[in-house]
């Protein structure tokens, strides 16, 4: 089942890593390991309020349809108005105050949280445009988004593979590593030899 981490697995998460690099200044085992805590922490916060009935997702991920995923300033941009919002001041500081763990200094930390939370919400915001979801699908979603559900597994893999750049006719690395295949090819050569 593919999840939110398995970005990291393809190459929009390459770039992401690359462009987070320049944007914070972190060595890329720094960053990994921040956003391993940070991706499931923004998306378990963000369900928690889900559960409770939260109606803000709709600000939230408003402008985020476009989002360039690999982009960390755009992301960082977005993740400033986003991760106050998910968190009140006291449990901004606390969650900030772990940059302790990871040997980090507490501005990088957060930078990084709100980076994650810029990408999650950009996710979030793609595949609700993409399915026209609702209200109630959303915590369906996030369960995608944490890999207990495959819901919306297949829209999540395609929002990860939309770089290809093959014409479709060869599957893209991060098909390959997210074990997905594309099954729109109604053809028995699938168009390796002409056969459509």
């Known amino acids: 089942m593919a999840n939110i981490l398995d970005i990291f697995r393809t190459h929009t998460g390459k770039k992401l890593l690359e462009s987070a690099e320049e944007?914070?200044?972190?060595?890329?085992?720094?960053?990994?390991?921040?956003?391993?805590?940070g991706f499931p922490l923004i998306i378990s916060i963000h369900r928690s309020n889900c559960d409770s009935g939260s109606k803000n997702l709709k600000e939230l991920?408003?402008?985020?349809?476009?989002?360039?995923?690999?982009?960390?300033?755009?992301?960082?941009?977005?993740?400033?108005?986003?991760f106050?919002?998910?968190?009140?001041?006291?449990r901004?500081?606390?969650?900030?105050?772990?940059?302790?763990?990871?040997?980090?200094?507490?501005?990088?930390?957060?930078?990084?949280?709100?980076?994650t939370a810029g990408v999650t919400f950009g996710v979030i915001a793609q595949i609700t445009s993409s399915k026209n979801l609702k209200r109630e699908d959303h915590c369906k979603l996030l369960d995608t988004l944490s890999g207990f559900s495959s819901v919306y597994e297949n829209e999540l893999v395609?929002?990860?593979?939309?770089?290809?750049?093959?014409?479709?006719?060869?599957?893209?690395?991060?098909?390959?590593?997210?074990?997905?295949?594309?099954?729109n090819d109604?053809?028995?050569l699938g168009g390796y030899s002409g056969g459509r």
């Open 92 to 115: 901004r500081e606390k969650v900030i105050a772990l940059s302790r763990i990871f040997g980090l200094n507490e501005k990088a930390f957060e930078k990084i949280l709100k980076i």
């Open 158 to 183: 395609k929002i990860f593979t939309r770089h290809d750049d093959s014409g479709n006719l060869i599957k893209t690395e991060e098909e390959i590593a997210l074990g997905k295949e594309k099954d």
């Open 61 to 82: 991920i408003e402008g985020l349809q476009e989002l360039n995923l690999s982009n960390s300033s755009e992301a960082l941009k977005k993740g400033e108005i986003i």
């Open 84 to 90: 106050p919002n998910l968190l009140s001041n006291a």
């Open 23 to 37: 944007e914070t200044g972190l060595s890329e085992k720094e960053l990994q390991r921040v956003f391993l805590f």
């Open 186 to 188: 109604q053809s028995i």
